[in-house]
C-alpha cells in the first residue's frame, strides 16, 4: 500500500521539481475526510455540553440532544450560583488557589534550584541530580496515598496546604528549567552583571529569568494542567466540600445527582462554567503552549 | 563554604563565576529541596515503614485506638494474592495495550497530516484536536458519562434509532468507554509534541527525500517516522505510566454504572483499602506495588528506547 502511491507521486514530482509536493486527489479527499471526522469527535461532546446546559432538568431527558429546547440558561446559571450558599464559586475559588497559585510557586521553585545546578558547584550537587532523576520515576499517584498518611501524621490533612504544597515539588520542572539554563543562559552574560555589581539574587530575577522564558511557560503549563486535573489527592486529604477544588465537587454532585433531582443540570452547567474559562485561555495563548510543549518535545 | 574553594582549585573560571557565592546556591535550592523532602522521599519512607507494620483495630478509631505490630512482607503477600487487586493491574495491561497504541496512532496521523505544507486548516485543526486537553479529566469522563447513558445521550439514542442497541456501560464494554474518555482527553498534546519534532527536521533532509523521488507517504514512513522515534517513545513512556496509575476516570464512571467495581484499577484498590476498608498499612503496600510495577515498565521502555535509537 506504502509503494504504490509513493511511485506515482514520484513520477509526479518528477514532473514539477518546483513548488509545494502536490498530493493526488484521492489521498486530499481521504485526509479531508479523515480531518472532518476528527474535528466532530473532537467538538461534539463539547457542543453537547453547551446545548444541555441551555435545558431544564425535565428538558434534559425529554428533548433530542443536539437540538434546543426552552432557553434555561440563565435559570440555570442562576441555580448554580445560589446552590447551598453559592459553594460552586467557592469551589472555582479554591481550584484558583490550588492551580494559579501552585503553578506560580512551581515554577519560580523549580527555575530557582534549576538554575543553581545549572550555574553554580557546589557540594550535594551530584546527590540531588540523582535524587532527582530516581524521582522522575516516582508517579505522582502513586504517592498520594503515602503523603495522606503523613499529613494525617502532621495535622495537615482536611487543610487546603494539604493539596497546595505536595503539589510544588516538581521534579520535572527542575530538570526542565536546568536544560533551559543550560541551553539559554550565556555564562558571558551572567559575568558581565556580577562584574557591573549585580547581586546573584539580582542577576537571576532581571537578566536569567527572562532568559528562561520557554522552557518557564512549559513548566507553569504543565504544572498548571497538573493541579488543575488533580483528583486523587484531594480525595484522599479533603473531607470539607468547602475546601473542594472544582473537579471534585462536580464528582460529588453528579453522585447524588440519582437522587437529589435537579443535580444533574447543575453538574452540567457547572462543567460548562468550568472548562469555558480554561479553553478560551488556551485558545488566546496557542501561541505559548506551542512553543513551550514543542520544546518540551524536542529537549528529550 | 568549602564549595568556593573546591571549584576554585578545579579551574580559576568557575571559581569567578561562583565568586562571593559560598552559601548563594544552597539558598537557590532551598525551597525544593525542603519541599522534595517533606512531600516526596518522607510520605516514601513513611510507607515503606508503614507496609510493613499491620493495625488491629479494637474500635473505630482512625490513627490511635488499635494495637500495630511487625509483620515482615505480610502486607505484600496479602497483596499480591488479592485477586481482585491483581485483576486491576489486568485491566489497565489489557487497556494499554489497546488504547496506547490507538491513541499514539491518531497523534501520528494528525501530527502527519498537519505537518504536510499541502493542507490547509492545520492551525484551527490542531486546536480542535488539543482543546480536549485543556478539560480536566474528570469533567471529561462527567460529560462522556451523560453521552453514555441511555436516557440523556443523543448518541445511544440515535444508535439504537438506527438498529443498534449501543450500550456502552455493560461490563464488556465499560473498560472502552474509559478507553474512550483517555483517548478523547490525551491525542492532542501527544499530537502536538510530535508536530513539534516534525517541525525540528532539517529541511535539506525532506528536500533530498523529494528529488530522489519519494511521495508524501513514503517520506513519512521512511523518513518522517524514524527521525521522530525518540518522541514518539517519549509519548508512549508517559503513556504507559499514565495508565497504569488510571484512576479519575473510572472513578468518575463509577458514579453512573455499578459495572466499574471498587477496586476496578490499582489505584482505585488503593483508595478503596485505605479509605473504606480502613487499611492504611495494605494501602500502602498496594501503594508501594505499583510504585515498584510503574518503575520497571518505565525502565524497560527507556531501556527499548536508547536499543532503538542505537540501532
Known amino acids: 500500500m506504502t509503494a504504490i502511491p509513493a511511485r506515482k507521486t514520484g513520477r509526479r514530482t518528477t514532473e514539477k521539481t518546483v513548488g509545494v509536493e502536490q498530493a493526488p486527489l484521492w489521498s486530499k479527499v481521504v485526509i479531508a475526510v479523515i480531518m472532518v471526522l476528527a474535528t466532530l469527535y473532537f467538538i461534539i461532546p463539547v457542543v453537547w455540553l453547551i446545548i444541555a446546559a441551555t435545558k431544564s432538568s425535565g428538558d434534559l431527558y425529554s428533548t433530542p440532544g443536539f437540538s434546543f429546547a426552552h432557553w434555561s440558561l440563565f435559570d440555570n446559571l442562576g441555580s448554580l450560583a445560589s446552590y447551598r450558599g453559592g459553594i460552586f464559586w467557592r469551589w472555582i475559588l479554591n481550584s484558583a488557589v490550588y492551580s494559579v497559585l501552585g503553578a ?17 558547584e557546589f557540594r550535594g550537587k551530584r546527590t540531588l541530580m540523582t535524587a532527582l532523576l530516581i524521582s522522575l520515576l516516582v508517579p505522582t499517584t502513586v504517592l498520594a496515598q503515602p503523603i495522606f498518611l503523613l499529613l ?86 479533603l473531607d470539607d466540600p468547602q475546601l473542594y477544588p472544582v473537579t471534585l465537587g462536580l464528582v460529588d454532585w453528579s453522585q447524588q445527582s440519582t437522587s437529589v433531582a435537579g443535580l444533574g443540570t447543575l453538574t452540567i452547567i457547572g462543567s460548562l462554567v468550568t472548562v469555558v474559562p480554561i479553553v478560551l485561555a488556551f485558545a488566546v495563548l496557542q501561541r505559548f503552549w506551542r512553543s513551550g510543549l514543542t520544546a518540551g518535545g524536542v529537549k528529550f | ?166 450500550n456502552f456501560l455493560t461490563p464488556g464494554t465499560v473498560l472502552w468507554a474509559i478507553a474512550n474518555v483517555s483517548t478523547w482527553g490525551y491525542v492532542g498534546v501527544n499530537m502536538i509534541i510530535m508536530y513539534g519534532a516534525l517541525q525540528a527536521i532539517p529541511k535539506d533532509v525532506l528536500e533530498a527525500a ?52 471498587a477496586n476496578f484499577t490499582p489505584n482505585m484498590a488503593i483508595y478503596q483499602t485505605t479509605m473504606s476498608s480502613n487499611d492504611l498499612n495494605l494501602g500502602s503496600a498496594m501503594a508501594i506495588v505499583l510504585g515498584i510495577v510503574t518503575f520497571i515498565l518505565s525502565i524497560g521502555v527507556s531501556r527499548m528506547s536508547t536499543r532503538g535509537a542505537g540501532a
Not at chain 2, 236 to 251: A, M, R, V, Y
Open chain 1, 104 to 120: 506560580f510557586l512551581t515554577t519560580v521553585i523549580s527555575a530557582l534550584c534549576g538554575y543553581a545546578l545549572a550555574v553554580y
Open chain 2, 210 to 261: 523529494r528529488i530522489d523521488g519519494a511521495g508524501a507517504l513514503r517520506t513519512a514512513f521512511s523518513i518522517k517516522i524514524p527521525l521522530i522515534a525518540p518522541s514518539i517513545l517519549l509519548t508512549c513512556l508517559f503513556s504507559i505510566i499514565g495508565t497504569i496509575q488510571l484512576f479519575n476516570e473510572p472513578q468518575v464512571l463509577r458514579t453512573i454504572t455499578s459495572n466499574v467495581t
Open chain 1, 152 to 237: 494525617v501524621h502532621i495535622g495537615l490533612n482536611n487543610n487546603m496546604l494539604g493539596v497546595l504544597l505536595p503539589s510544588l515539588v516538581y521534579p520535572f520542572g527542575v530538570m526542565l528549567s536546568y536544560t533551559t539554563t543550560m541551553s539559554s543562559v550565556p555564562k558571558e552574560m551572567l559575568e558581565a552583571a556580577r562584574i557591573d555589581g549585580a547581586g546573584e539574587f539580582r542577576t537571576f530575577f532581571t537578566i536569567a529569568w527572562r532568559l528562561m522564558s520557554t522552557g518557564l511557560t512549559t513548566v507553569i503549563l504543565f504544572s498548571f494542567v497538573a493541579s488543575w486535573n488533580s483528583f486523587l489527592l484531594p480525595l484522599f486529604v
Open chain 2, 1 to 166: 563554604m568549602s564549595s568556593a574553594a573546591d571549584t576554585g582549585r578545579r579551574s580559576p573560571r568557575t571559581r569567578s563565576s561562583s565568586s562571593g557565592s559560598g552559601v548563594t546556591p544552597y539558598v537557590f535550592i532551598l525551597p525544593f529541596v525542603i519541599l522534595f523532602a517533606a512531600f516526596l522521599v518522607a510520605p516514601l519512607v513513611v510507607a515503606i515503614v508503614n507496609s510493613l507494620f499491620a493495625t488491629q483495630h479494637s474500635g473505630l478509631g482512625f490513627s490511635g485506638g488499635g494495637t500495630t505490630s511487625f509483620v515482615w512482607f505480610k502486607n505484600y503477600v496479602t497483596a499480591l494474592t488479592d485477586a481482585g487487586f491483581i485483576r486491576g493491574f489486568g485491566r489497565v495491561l489489557l487497556f494499554g495495550i489497546v488504547q496506547v497504541p490507538v491513541m499514539l496512532g491518531l497523534a501520528l496521523l494528525f501530527a502527519l497530516i498537519t505537518d504536510s505544507a499541502s493542507i490547509k486548516f492545520t492551525k484551527s485543526f490542531q486546536l480542535a484536536v488539543f482543546l480536549p486537553y485543556a478539560v480536566p479529566g474528570v469533567v471529561a469522563a462527567l460529560i462522556w458519562g451523560f453521552l453514555y447513558q441511555p436516557g440523556v445521550s443523543p448518541i445511544v439514542q440515535g444508535l439504537r434509532g438506527i438498529g443498534i442497541p449501543a
